[in-house]
């Protein structure tokens, strides 16, 4: 596609259900991204992927965050037994090349954990 | 107008004037560096990126300056207008790494 596309674009979920936020990246990109942007805050790296391979896990907050790229195309970031400071947006980033031009940021998936 | 100091959460600018939005880095490691800019609801938009290897960039309207020795960089826009209005993210990220760490943004407002 033209762009990152992400969805659903709001979830808002009871404390202790489980969520699955999707990603689609820009077709052909190698290296996905997703990160967690608080409320005023800048965006914090969660996971990295090139291809199917998660390479850096690193970001991820708590054994809760899993996720997942099993075809090397699309995403699934999910978040079990959310809690209320899950609540944020998630960003999904692909690039070609990072280095060359930075990533590509779908608009994101606001999470209300209430 | 420009943010001051290390950094100034807000910045307000008459539609026209130019805008001048400072950040501070501190990996010393850093050796590329993005600007983003971020509306409402949407992820952060690429304006233009730099290299350690230079010292100034040009693109439309915009401007990006690198200072190695002090660790600061600088977003130059040219005659503000109202759709620039947004958050403005410096990111950074170093040799060895594929992750970009950003700053906590800059909320730019154009006065009409």
């Known amino acids: 596609g033209a762009g990152v596309s992400q969805s659903p674009r709001y979830k808002v979920a009871k404390r202790g259900q489980d969520v699955a936020l999707r990603c689609d990246p820009i077709s052909g990109h190698v290296s996905l991204f997703w990160y967690q942007q608080a409320l005023g805050q800048g965006p914090e790296f969660l996971t990295y992927?090139?291809?199917?391979?998660?390479?850096?896990k690193s970001g991820l907050p708590s054994d809760r965050f899993f996720a997942e790229r099993p075809e090397g195309s699309v995403s699934t970031l999910k978040i079990q037994r959310t809690q209320q400071e899950d609540s944020a947006v998630y960003l999904c980033a692909s690039s070609l090349t990072f280095r060359d031009s930075g990533y590509t940021f779908g608009s994101g998936t606001r999470l209300t954990v209430v | 107008g420009e943010s001051v100091g290390l950094h100034l959460p807000t910045l307000s600018v008459q539609e026209g004037d130019n805008s001048i939005i400072n950040c501070a880095y501190s990996?010393?490691?850093?050796?590329?560096f993005i600007w983003y800019k971020q509306e409402s609801g949407k992820g952060p938009q690429f304006i233009i990126d730099i290299r350690s290897n230079m010292d100034k960039r040009q693109g439309q309207r915009v401007t990006v300056l690198l200072n190695k020795t002090v660790k600061h960089l600088s977003l130059q826009i040219a005659a503000t207008q109202p759709g620039d209005s947004a958050v403005y993210f410096c990111?950074?990220?170093?040799?060895?790494?594929?992750?970009?760490?950003f700053g906590a943004g800059t909320t730019v407002t154009v006065r009409a």
């Open positions: 990111a950074e990220m170093a040799g060895n790494d594929y992750k970009l760490s």
């Open positions: 990996n010393s490691a850093s050796d590329y």
């Open positions: 992927f090139q291809n199917e391979a998660q390479l850096d």
